[in-house]
């Protein structure tokens, strides 16, 4: 069965940095484009961020563009997202979503079950 | 930035009954709009893509239709375990892949 396991979520500091991580397995990590896409509680679905299957092509929703980095290390099977200048409503839960073709600009048909990040002082 | 409205946001439906919930685009997202299924404590379900494709191991009672501007999913009678919020997604334009707001369908 194919699995994501997102880690690194916690409570932080407005301002302040935090990394996600995402490992995967049983699949051919290399092969798909990955996403983030996060939920704050109560609320809908909000795409975060994309990247294709060889890191050549990624994109930012407006409300992370400048603070958010996504990027993938293919031999490590794992996906990544750099969050800086974190602000309250950054809040959420963020979800590890594999794309069902090699370029972000397709359905996701896999999810993690989600790190929880909570930003407040 | 492609918007996706919703409707209803509530469906209140029996079981067995048919649900018939709709998406629509705020510009034409041709075939590229798919539907997701999340139940309370549970990450999202990818149902359909393609607006008509059922995705691995969804039952025949999902179908998709629709193109352009306009999308329906149709739940043809509810099992009990069908009970959630639908979300559709689009992803003609991007970025960003952009999702509806949800359809919650209860009892």
């Known amino acids: 069965e194919v699995q994501l396991v997102e880690s690194g979520g916690g409570l932080v500091q407005p301002g302040r940095s935090l990394r996600l991580s995402c490992e995967v397995s049983?699949?051919?990590?290399?092969?798909?484009?990955m996403h983030w896409v996060r939920q704050a509680p109560g609320k809908g679905l909000e795409w975060v961020a994309g990247?294709?299957?060889?890191?050549?092509?990624?994109g930012y929703a407006d409300s992370v563009k400048g603070r958010f980095t996504i990027s993938r290390h293919n031999a490590k099977d794992s996906l990544f997202l750099e969050m800086s200048s974190l602000r309250a409503d950054d809040t959420a839960l963020y979800y590890c979503?594999?794309?069902?073709?090699?370029?972000?600009?397709?359905?996701?048909?896999?999810w993690g079950q989600g790190t929880m990040v909570i930003v407040s002082s | 930035e492609i918007i996706l409205t919703q409707s209803p946001a509530t469906l209140s439906v029996s079981p067995g009954e048919r649900a018939t919930l709709s998406c629509r685009a705020s510009?034409?997202?041709?075939?590229?709009l798919a539907w997701y299924q999340q139940k309370p404590g549970q990450a999202p379900r990818l149902l359909i893509y393609?607006?008509?494709a059922r995705a691995t191991g969804i039952p025949a009672r999902f179908s998709g239709s629709g193109a352009g501007t306009e999308f329906t999913l149709t739940i043809s009678s509810l099992q009990s375990e069908d009970f959630a919020v639908y979300y559709c997604?689009?992803?003609?334009?991007?970025?960003?892949?952009?999702f509806g707001p949800g359809t919650k369908v209860d009892i």
């Open positions: 510009q034409s997202v041709s075939r590229n």
């Open positions: 393609g607006a008509s």
């Open positions: 979503a594999k794309g069902r073709g090699a370029y972000p600009s397709d359905s996701f048909d896999m």
């Open positions: 049983r699949f051919r990590f290399e092969d798909f484009a």
């Open positions: 997604q689009q992803y003609y334009d991007w970025p960003p892949v952009t």
């Open positions: 990247i294709s299957w060889n890191s050549g092509s990624s």
